[in-house]
């Protein structure tokens, strides 16, 4: 039960990492118009899991799993992460989320290996993404990919229907439905992921990338992102 515990803490969102400040963009698509009631607030969602920053995560996630143990291919790994954020905001989203979610599994779980890897990291001048740093530390813990990469799909939307409820605003119960409507997306995605070639990376999200790159110059936010 340890690491099924473990998984369920360190993808809550009461886990710091400051994900609540985060809308990924949707912040501006609740201005634009484009994300107004609970059904197209699914579709956004399902879409950028599907076709957005989920799939290019999702490929994250697993090639840092996988290759935890090969330093020069995490290395790859966590290069290729910085390079496919369409937006400073974004670019932020993810990498300020996963330094803080280091920082913290180192803390709070003391491992030596963990600590050499954020030396590496620092003599590189590099931040984790938020994905590869749960592919690397979930693999750490015994944890396997399919269970890591489902629940931190889950936790990523769980996130934007989060910002949506209070955005858009939704009712919580709506914001609930939402998420079990995405359930079977999340399954889908990482059964698709996990058979994907990593060289395989991109997206096709036009719009959420648009959303995030204006949502830098909106007049009011209360998201990061």
Not at 30 to 54: F, K, Y
Not at 61 to 85: F, M, N, T
Not at 98 to 127: C, E, M, S, Y
Request: proline share 4%.
């Amino acid at each position: 039960m340890t690491p099924l515990l473990r998984l369920m803490t360190w993808l809550s969102p009461a886990f710091p990492v400051g994900a609540f400040s985060y809308s990924h963009g949707l912040e501006r698509a609740v201005e634009a118009g484009l994300v107004t009631d609970r059904a197209s607030l699914i579709e956004w969602v399902a879409a950028i899991i599907d076709h957005g920053a989920g799939r290019i995560d999702a490929a994250l996630l697993l090639e840092a799993h996988r290759g935890h143990d090969d330093p020069e291919r995490l290395d790859h790994v966590v290069e290729q992460a910085d390079c496919l954020r369409g937006s400073a905001e974004l670019a932020l989203e993810s990498a300020a989320q996963g330094t803080a979610f280091l920082n913290t599994i180192a803390a709070v779980w003391p491992d030596p290996w963990l600590d050499a890897w954020k030396t590496r990291l620092k003599h590189t001048k590099r931040q984790p993404a938020h994905m590869v740093a749960v592919g690397v530390v979930a693999a750490r813990a015994g944890i396997a990919e399919t269970e890591t990469l489902s629940a931190a799909l889950h936790g990523f939307a769980a996130n934007l229907i989060s910002a949506a409820v209070r955005l858009v605003p939704l009712g919580q119960t709506d914001g609930q439905k939402a998420l079990a409507a995405l359930e079977a997306v999340v399954v889908g995605a990482t059964a698709a992921a996990r058979i994907r070639p990593f060289a395989d990376l991109g997206s096709a999200t036009a719009m959420v990338d648009w959303c995030s790159l204006t949502h830098e110059t909106q007049y009011t936010r209360l998201f990061r992102s």
